[in-house]
């Protein structure tokens, strides 16, 4: 009997495989018996390893596959969609139990895949009936009041943090506002008000700037050619006038220590010295010798209090040291710090600009002659009067139009004008301006982008968005900031929507250089970079790798140049996986063991260390999945199948001891490998760490910084990074693991995909949009999964342009678009 049942579960595999080849041809002939055949086999194939787990008596995760019939798959398509993802990522049936082979595999996923799309293809229910207001978030906000009214602004000082869901921090329903959030964006209205027009009688106030880590023996950009280190601000200065620069003391040691060698030191405004001193050398030896008591505090006081004039506006005040040639250091105690300390070399930790101490007015600013389109002539008062007016309408309309992102009414533009009303009883036309600038910033209109629900609709009707919608969908998709003037245009024209059209304001968009951001915020979003702020190197662990020269943020940069050169260039978004090169400087290059990349600037370089190619090797990806202490095998695993193959792992239960708890006490130092064992120990932990830790443990040469190493420190043996995939693959190092993941690009390119539409829609993307995905995917496999095919394929999709009509009829105008 047994003989018999092993005989037809053969079969049954058989019959499985056999249809991997021939599933779509059945659905394209339309041949209902084979159809039927074939899920009679994908049925068959779930009860011989699905039900064991998934019956109604064992239940496992809350899912039982008992009695499963076709209509249920797209009927429950949230469960069935998580069974893709798992069967997609090798991780069910869980490693430790029976596997069907790799083709029966494909055909279920295949089969399962093919019947959740029937079924959101079948009307549109699947697209979204919520007309939420998505409030702009704080890098949004800083980058529409850059473009508008040309001012930079750190809004992490004047805006509430926003909430992260889904891992983005632009998801609409996230984004809510409570009565405090509202009294916290009309204070900053008045404050970008302010610093956009300048005042001509401005008070005296303070901007700090201080170093980040790092030595300072190299170049600065943007600094004088010939210095090295320092610091270089950008400050936009209220008015004309005196200004003056405060230094830190740089002079503290009780010994005096370097005081012996000159450091000629020079402070800059927009590259041009405006100060020279110098500090150390034989005279400050002398006076430190002789006078003693307040001799450093008499060569400190040369870096207080020094004076300059400077117009209102946008300025890069510098502090830096002339470069002088210097001789190995030598220093009694070697530095821990890559490439060699400060030694006997001073560095500037920070500096203060205070002023203006005597207002003298408002040069012209570029925020200034971006709001100003036109001034009031000087005639007589009643036809100045009429001409302030006429004037302030005229700046008014052009900038609501922008910050609106639509045509502005003649309503919008009465309703800013009392604004400016009021402020020219306080304080004359510019006091005016400011008062209706201030009003814009709070306005919903601009606070929040909204979509019309069509009237004449039947509730559950779909309809596609209108150009003003999308165009601004676009560009803080794009751009993270407001449309600019020809994609508004377009949009006005009722032009956009045409594919053509679309199309080329894609191509260019993606060209322009704001679309950067797409690396710098959707990336780092993405890869969850932002357990980058939590991890902080322990400095008794890595004392080369932290404080001074803690590497985070020259780890940031170089993952955003990285993936950047990747979407300027049009290549494939698998390239994030394979990639040869990426951009260092010198602190990123001795972290990787490079010793021929000299300077901070970063410059792109061709890997030779094929263990550094692609994301598993950049240091951000390497340093955020593990402890400020140690590596972690488990987040690093995690992060894998999470970011890489689409498939989070099952939260841990409740109780689980750390491996540090479970070791206290050992008096054998052990390996993270060996730690490891006796956790999995655990039949509770084994099923998960069976999946994540083989992936973990192939990238342990990798320290907690990112940093290669052969042996284990604490053990003293070499480092085993053996293991074994789920479906049998071998690993042994961070080239076995991505060469195993590029067997399947489009696991990656559909999981990068899947991002890109949550944060492109600020929504979270539910089963039924998953679809959607797939068909992202399969359209750009051809291309091999070009950035620019994807990234078109999402703006054309329904998720991102097509919307259904509530159940309950919300007709008429949004808040804004």
């Not at 056999?18 to 994908?42: I, K, M, N, W």
């Not at 009927?75 to 869980?94: I, N, S, T, Y």
């Not at 409030?135 to 805006?159: C, P």
């Not at 400190?300 to 002339?322: D, E, M, S, W, Y």
Request: charged residues 25%.
């Amino acid at each position: 009997m047994s003989r018999r049942i092993r005989f037809l579960a053969i079969i049954v595999l058989l019959l499985a495989g056999s249809y991997v080849g021939r599933a779509f041809q059945a659905r394209r002939d339309g041949d209902p018996e084979r159809a039927a055949l074939r899920t009679q086999a994908e049925l068959a194939t779930i009860k011989q390893y699905c039900a064991g787990c998934h019956s109604d008596r064992t239940k496992a995760g809350g899912v039982s596959f008992e009695g499963l019939t076709p209509e249920a798959v797209g009927q429950q398509a949230d469960v069935f969609e998580k069974a893709v993802r798992k069967l997609r990522g090798r991780v069910m049936p869980p490693p430790n139990a029976r596997q069907p082979d790799a083709a029966a595999v494909d055909s279920l996923v295949a089969w399962l895949e093919e019947s959740l799309d029937r079924a959101t293809a079948a009307g549109p229910s699947h697209l979204p009936d919520k007309v939420v207001l998505h409030r702009l978030n704080r890098k949004e906000y800083a980058n529409a009041v850059r473009d508008l009214l040309a001012v930079e602004i750190n809004t992490a000082e004047i805006l509430p943090a926003d909430d992260i869901a889904e891992g983005f921090d632009n998801i609409a329903t996230a984004l809510q506002v409570s009565p405090s959030f509202i009294e916290q964006y009309v204070i900053a209205a008045r404050a970008v008000a302010v610093k956009a027009l300048g005042r001509p009688d401005a008070r005296p106030g303070g901007w700090t700037f201080r170093a980040g880590p790092g030595t300072q023996l190299t170049h600065v950009p943007g600094l004088p050619l010939g210095t090295r280190g320092g610091i270089l601000g950008k400050v936009d200065l209220p008015s004309d006038g005196e200004y003056a620069v405060s230094i830190a003391d740089i002079v503290t040691h009780i010994w005096g220590n370097g005081m012996e060698f000159e450091n000629p030191l020079v402070v800059t405004l927009d590259n041009k010295v405006v100060y020279e001193t110098v500090i150390g050398g034989e005279e400050d030896m002398k006076l430190y010798d002789q006078v003693q008591s307040g001799a450093l505090d008499r060569v400190n006081a040369r870096l207080k209090n020094i004076r300059f004039q400077a117009g209102a506006g946008p300025h890069k005040v510098g502090v830096t040291f002339k470069r002088r040639t210097f001789a190995e250091s030598d220093d009694q105690l070697q530095m821990f710090t890559q490439g060699g300390g400060q030694d006997r070399l001073y560095r500037v930790n920070s500096f203060q600009v205070l002023g203006p101490f005597n207002a003298k007015g408002l040069s012209a600013t570029p925020s200034r002659d971006r709001i100003f389109v036109c001034s009031p002539s000087r005639r007589s008062s009643s036809a100045l009067d009429a001409s302030e007016g006429g004037c302030a309408r005229t700046i008014i309309a052009a900038l609501a139009k922008r910050a609106y992102r639509r045509p502005v009414s003649a309503d919008d533009v009465n309703e800013l004008l009392q604004y400016y009303e009021e402020g020219v009883k306080a304080g004359g036309f510019e006091s005016g301006v400011r008062s209706a600038i201030t009003g814009l910033l709070a306005s919903p209109f601009f606070l929040y982008r909204g979509e019309h629900v069509p009237t004449g609709l039947r509730p559950g009707e779909a309809y596609a968005i209108n150009d003003l919608e999308l165009a601004s969908k676009l560009s803080f998709f794009l751009w993270n900031t407001i449309p600019d003037d020809e994609l508004l245009q377009l949009a006005i024209d009722g032009k956009l929507h045409e594919p053509a059209a679309l199309d080329r304001q894609i191509r260019r968009m993606l060209a322009d250089s704001r679309s950067v951001t797409l690396a710098s915020n959707f990336v780092t979003q993405w890869l969850d970079m932002k357990r980058l702020d939590e991890i902080v190197p322990d400095q008794a662990v890595f004392p080369y790798a932290s404080g001074r020269s803690d590497p985070r943020e020259d780890f940031r940069t170089e993952l955003t140049l990285f993936a950047d050169s990747i979407f300027k260039e049009d290549g494939s978004v698998v390239d994030l996986l394979r990639a040869k090169h990426t951009f260092l400087n010198e602190r990123v290059a001795l972290q990787y063991g490079i010793t021929d990349v000299k300077g901070d600037r970063f410059r792109r370089v061709e890997l030779q260390q094929s263990a550094r190619w692609g994301l598993l090797g950049k240091g951000a990806v390497l340093m955020a999945a593990a402890y400020p202490n140690r590596t972690s095998p488990v987040l690093r695993g995690a992060f894998i199948l999470k970011h890489i193959q689409g498939v989070p792992p099952a939260t841990p239960p409740p109780g689980v001891p750390t491996l540090d708890e479970k070791d206290i006490g050992t008096t054998k130092a052990l390996t993270m490998r060996e730690m490891m064992a006796k956790h999995r120990a655990n039949p509770t932990c084994a099923s998960c760490h069976a999946v994540m830790d083989p992936l973990g443990l192939a990238l342990e040469n990798f320290d907690a910084t990112g940093r290669w190493r052969d042996r284990d420190r604490y053990a003293g043996v070499a480092i085993d990074s053996s293991g074994k995939l789920p479906d049998g693959t071998p690993v042994n190092s961070p080239d076995d693991v991505r060469n195993a993941l590029l067997r399947r690009p489009e696991q990656f390119a559909q999981t990068f995909t899947e991002g890109l539409l949550t944060y492109a829609t600020g929504r979270k993307l539910e089963p039924w949009g998953l679809p959607a995905v797939r068909r992202i995917v399969r359209g750009a496999a051809s291309g091999d999964y070009r950035f620019s095919t994807i990234v078109q394929s999402v703006v054309r999709s329904e998720q991102f342009r097509m919307r259904r009509v509530p159940s309950t009829a919300q007709g008429g105008s949004s808040v804004g678009h």
